[in-house]
């Protein structure tokens, strides 16, 4: 029997970006000493110089630069936020989770620090923790889509496969050209034995990403629960040669896909 496979997807595990370097106009002459106006160019500077760092992947010197602008300004949101973010890549995320906080309490709005909580909970199993936060940003914006589909993620880690199919569907509300919200929803009904739901949502998926192995491969385990063995045999075949490798589904296809197994009428 094919294995059941769970997509880490490109929706949900992206990173949201960095904030860009703030830019410093003439409406910010109101500052009142030359010392003042030392210490903003200073905890410019860092912030500005780190998020270089980032982008160019030097996360350690990153840290280290906003790091240097958190202690010249403490309020530095943006800083707690793309330090959090940089921890994170480096999959320090109890770190992560200590700036993103830092950054809620500053402002508790912060959308992009709240989605962070979220996603860096989750990848340390804290799922209860991440759906709170995820249903915190959804309250201050009920069209987050990558909200929903983090949320629908975690009460898939819990088991809770009619929380996550509501959520997959408000994504694929948001966002009808998801490919992976409708992969994911057909994994959750699965779980729940509707397999003909579970076979149409990943054919959704087909039809939007004609190379998307992983709904092969799981339309065919659906297929072959409802006894269609054609169609799986079909299926198993395509996501191998859409470059799926897997001894399980090589064995798999000997033993049940030979064409002496159906019968043609």
Not at 156 to 176: C, F, H, R, W
């Amino acid at each position: 029997m094919l294995k059941k496979i769970y997509k880490k997807t490109k929706v949900f595990y992206a990173l949201i970006s960095l904030i860009r370097p703030i830019l410093f106009t003439a409406g910010f002459t109101f500052l009142l000493s030359p010392y003042a106006a030392i210490y903003a160019n200073d905890y410019q500077t860092y912030f500005d110089s780190g998020f270089k760092k980032g982008e160019k992947g030097d996360y350690f010197g990153a840290i280290y630069d906003y790091t240097s602008s958190i202690e010249l300004n403490p309020n530095n949101v943006e800083a707690f936020y793309n330090r959090g973010w940089a921890k994170a890549k480096i999959n320090d995320h109890l770190g992560a989770i200590a700036d993103y906080s830092e950054a809620v309490s500053i402002d508790p709005s912060y959308e992009k620090a709240l989605y962070g909580l979220g996603w860096s909970k989750s990848q340390l199993g804290n799922n209860y923790g991440s759906i709170s936060d995820y249903t915190q940003l959804i309250n201050i914006n009920p069209e987050h889509e990558n909200a929903y589909f983090g949320r629908a993620y975690s009460k898939s880690k819990l088991s809770n496969s009619y929380g996550a199919i509501s959520d997959y569907t408000k994504v694929i509300q948001l966002n009808p050209s998801n490919d992976d919200a409708f992969y994911n929803r057909g994994l959750a009904k699965h779980n729940l034995n509707q397999h003909y739901e579970a076979i149409s949502d990943y054919s959704k998926a087909i039809e939007i990403n004609k190379k998307y192995k992983k709904a092969f491969l799981n339309r065919s385990v659906s297929k072959t629960k409802i006894g269609d063995m054609k169609g799986a045999c079909k299926d198993a075949r395509q996501a191998k040669s859409l470059g799926y490798k897997s001894m399980e589904n090589e064995n798999w296809i000997k033993e049940n896909c030979n064409s002496s197994n159906f019968k043609f009428f």
